[in-house]
Protein backbone atom coordinates (compact mmCIF):
# COMPACT_ATOMS: atom_id res chain seq x y z
CA UNK A 1 0.00 0.00 0.00
CA UNK A 2 1.27 3.39 -0.71
CA UNK A 3 0.19 6.58 1.49
CA UNK A 4 0.63 10.55 -0.47
CA UNK A 5 -0.66 12.78 1.35
CA UNK A 6 -1.11 16.27 0.52
CA UNK A 7 -2.76 19.45 2.03
CA UNK A 8 0.03 21.05 4.32
CA UNK A 9 1.19 24.84 3.74
CA UNK A 10 1.89 27.78 6.08
CA UNK A 11 -1.24 29.11 7.89
CA UNK A 12 -2.03 32.01 11.10
CA UNK A 13 -2.69 30.64 14.15
CA UNK A 14 -6.28 30.46 14.30
CA UNK A 15 -6.59 29.08 11.29
CA UNK A 16 -7.77 25.60 9.64
CA UNK A 17 -5.89 23.56 7.17
CA UNK A 18 -7.52 20.09 5.66
CA UNK A 19 -5.12 17.03 4.94
CA UNK A 20 -5.74 14.02 2.53
CA UNK A 21 -4.38 11.07 2.12
CA UNK A 22 -4.59 8.83 -0.58
CA UNK A 23 -3.95 5.36 -0.69
CA UNK A 24 -3.10 3.22 -3.74
CA UNK A 25 -2.05 -0.40 -4.34
CA UNK A 26 -3.46 -2.77 -2.39
CA UNK A 27 -6.65 -1.02 -1.61
CA UNK A 28 -8.87 -3.79 -0.80
CA UNK A 29 -7.84 -4.71 2.59
CA UNK A 30 -9.65 -3.52 5.61
CA UNK A 31 -7.56 -0.20 7.10
CA UNK A 32 -7.17 1.56 10.00
CA UNK A 33 -5.88 4.62 9.55
CA UNK A 34 -3.76 7.27 11.34
CA UNK A 35 -2.37 10.34 11.69
CA UNK A 36 0.75 11.02 13.18
CA UNK A 37 3.14 14.58 13.78
CA UNK A 38 6.77 14.95 14.18
CA UNK A 39 8.48 18.39 15.10
CA UNK A 40 11.99 18.74 15.10
CA UNK A 41 13.74 17.21 17.66
CA UNK A 42 10.84 15.44 18.85
CA UNK A 43 9.18 12.18 18.45
CA UNK A 44 6.63 10.96 16.07
CA UNK A 45 3.51 11.84 17.96
CA UNK A 46 -0.18 9.82 17.32
CA UNK A 47 -2.92 12.39 16.69
CA UNK A 48 -5.63 10.15 16.05
CA UNK A 49 -7.48 6.93 14.50
CA UNK A 50 -10.28 5.73 12.63
CA UNK A 51 -11.59 2.55 12.22
CA UNK A 52 -12.45 1.17 8.54
CA UNK A 53 -15.92 1.49 8.85
CA UNK A 54 -15.45 5.44 10.06
CA UNK A 55 -17.66 4.35 13.48
CA UNK A 56 -14.98 4.78 16.00
CA UNK A 57 -12.05 7.15 16.47
CA UNK A 58 -9.91 8.47 19.02
CA UNK A 59 -8.13 11.63 19.38
CA UNK A 60 -4.96 12.60 21.46
CA UNK A 61 -5.99 15.24 24.22
CA UNK A 62 -3.79 18.09 22.23
CA UNK A 63 -5.70 18.03 19.42
CA UNK A 64 -9.55 16.73 20.51
CA UNK A 65 -12.23 19.63 19.71
CA UNK A 66 -10.11 21.36 17.02
CA UNK A 67 -9.15 18.27 14.76
CA UNK A 68 -11.53 15.77 12.47
CA UNK A 69 -10.49 12.49 10.99
CA UNK A 70 -12.66 11.15 8.12
CA UNK A 71 -12.79 8.82 5.08
CA UNK A 72 -14.16 7.98 2.32
CA UNK A 73 -13.01 4.23 1.48
CA UNK A 74 -14.99 4.96 -2.18
CA UNK A 75 -12.19 7.00 -2.87
CA UNK A 76 -9.71 5.34 -0.31
CA UNK A 77 -8.97 8.45 1.17
CA UNK A 78 -8.77 9.47 4.77
CA UNK A 79 -8.99 13.12 5.85
CA UNK A 80 -7.64 15.46 8.70
CA UNK A 81 -9.53 18.77 9.27
CA UNK A 82 -7.69 20.78 11.22
CA UNK A 83 -9.04 23.80 13.09
CA UNK A 84 -8.06 26.30 15.27
CA UNK A 85 -4.50 25.86 14.40
CA UNK A 86 -1.81 26.94 16.90
CA UNK A 87 2.13 27.38 16.42
CA UNK A 88 2.88 23.93 18.39
CA UNK A 89 0.67 21.96 15.57
CA UNK A 90 3.63 22.73 13.44
CA UNK A 91 5.04 19.63 12.21
CA UNK A 92 5.58 17.13 9.30
CA UNK A 93 2.18 15.08 9.45
CA UNK A 94 2.08 11.71 8.13
CA UNK A 95 -0.54 9.37 7.42
CA UNK A 96 -0.42 5.82 8.52
CA UNK A 97 -2.50 2.40 8.26
CA UNK A 98 -2.95 -0.89 9.74
CA UNK A 99 -4.12 -4.22 8.55
CA UNK A 100 -7.40 -5.10 10.13
CA UNK A 101 -7.22 -5.32 14.09
CA UNK A 102 -8.73 -2.46 16.39
CA UNK A 103 -7.60 1.08 16.40
CA UNK A 104 -4.50 1.73 17.61
CA UNK A 105 -1.79 4.69 19.03
CA UNK A 106 1.77 3.35 18.76
CA UNK A 107 3.44 4.05 15.64
CA UNK A 108 4.71 0.57 15.87
CA UNK A 109 1.85 -0.83 15.34
CA UNK A 110 1.14 0.67 11.67
CA UNK A 111 2.26 -0.82 8.96
CA UNK A 112 2.61 1.70 6.14
CA UNK A 113 3.52 5.44 6.31
CA UNK A 114 3.27 8.17 3.80
CA UNK A 115 6.53 10.40 2.99
CA UNK A 116 4.78 13.30 5.49
CA UNK A 117 3.61 17.18 4.46
CA UNK A 118 4.65 19.77 5.99
CA UNK A 119 2.51 21.90 8.45
CA UNK A 120 3.26 25.26 9.54
CA UNK A 121 1.52 27.65 11.77
CA UNK A 122 3.16 31.21 12.35
CA UNK A 123 1.87 33.27 15.54
Known amino acids: VQLVESGGGLVQAGGSLRLSCAAS????????MGWFRQAPGKEREFITTISWRGDSTYYADSVKGRFTISRDNAKNTVYLQMNSLKPEDTAVYYC?????????????????WGQGTQVTVSS
Open 96 to 112: AAKILGHIVTRASQYEY
Open 25 to 32: GRTNSRYI
